[in-house]
């Protein structure tokens, strides 16, 4: 697990994704820290939002979890997120196959794209969905405050 984790923290150094960037805590660790900037044109325009990933021994990863503050309907007040990638089957779609840079530019790209459909905060998937105006004004204003 190991060995895969420094190749695909390796693969982040030499081709990070647009807006990405990931590092083990320590040399060794099984914990990743990273940083997603948020997309231009969304709510979370110029916040970086930082994320901790635990990389179990057994690896696949446990889910990472936003330790920046964000308001997001798939993403909760303790920073888990609802996103289907990070989760085991039957009930999620995890594939051996994924890797960190694919599960953080699928974390990105839920920042940019909520999904009203599975939302994690009621009230907030209920603003997204009813009033989107005063939805995007509150995350503008809670990236300008955390991120």
Aim: aromatic share 8%; glycine share 4%.
């Amino acid at each position: 697990a190991l060995s895969r984790l420094r190749k695909e923290l390796d693969m982040l150094h030499r081709e990070p994704p647009p807006g990405i960037s990931a590092w083990a805590k320590e040399d060794g660790s099984f914990e990743i820290e990273a940083v997603i900037h948020g997309a231009e044109d969304t709510p979370y325009a110029r916040g970086s939002f930082h994320l901790l990933l635990a990389v179990p021994e057994r690896y696949p990863f446990e889910p990472p979890r936003f330790t920046t503050p964000i308001y997001h309907p798939n993403i909760d007040s303790a920073g888990r997120i609802c996103l289907d990638i990070l989760n085991m089957p039957p009930k999620g779609a995890w594939k051996p196959s994924l890797n960190l840079p694919t599960v953080l530019s699928s974390i990105q790209l839920l920042m940019s794209h909520p999904n009203p459909d599975d939302g994690l905060m009621v009230e907030i998937t209920h603003e997204y969905i009813h009033h989107p105006e005063r939805f995007k004004q509150t995350a503008e204003e809670r990236t300008r405050r955390h991120a």
